[in-house]
């Protein structure tokens, strides 16, 4: 029974000093754990907010470089067809001059060929012009020429 006592005065001497920290428990949570929540949530709420206006300006940055890249692929398509018109353009001029040139050419040729034809016609009709006064010089050189003699009759032996 003794010990019984003991233990009872023991807890009558820990009620004052439970009460205590009882008391300090419920002002902390009222002075400092209160606040501290407080702090922590609206900091978490900050961050989330932060956080979900990232995530928002991402969105929108991905999207304006989509339009961008968009933008410019179509700028490309049409600095290709623009050049493609005027390699288009380019290709039709040289043929045009290439025709131009053949048609100049065959024109120079077909010239050429005519002086050709006439300096032909007028050699030919020089040569007919010419040819019975050659002919009559030819047979003039022949029959004044001499015959050789005729072998002598010791040489012939």
Request: overall charge positive; proline content about 4%.
């Amino acid at each position: 029974m003794e010990i019984l006592r003991q233990l009872g005065e023991l807890f009558g001497q820990a009620i004052p000093t439970v009460l205590m920290v009882f008391l300090f428990y419920l002002f902390l949570r009222a002075h400092f754990f209160r606040p501290l929540e407080r702090v922590l949530d609206e900091r978490r709420a900050r961050s989330e907010g932060a956080w979900r206006e990232a995530e928002s300006n991402r969105a929108a940055a991905l999207e304006k470089v989509r339009i961008r890249q968009e933008a410019l692929k179509k700028a490309r398509a049409e600095i290709y067809a623009e050049q493609e018109t005027a390699r288009r353009a380019v290709l039709e001029e040289h043929t045009v001059e290439i025709r131009a040139a053949r048609g100049r050419t065959s024109d120079e040729v077909q010239a050429a060929k005519e002086r050709i034809f006439a300096d032909l016609a007028k050699a030919q009709a020089e040569i007919e012009a010419q040819s019975p006064a050659l002919a009559g010089e030819i047979a003039r050189v022949i029959l004044e020429r001499r015959p050789p003699a005729p072998p002598s009759a010791s040489e012939a032996r």
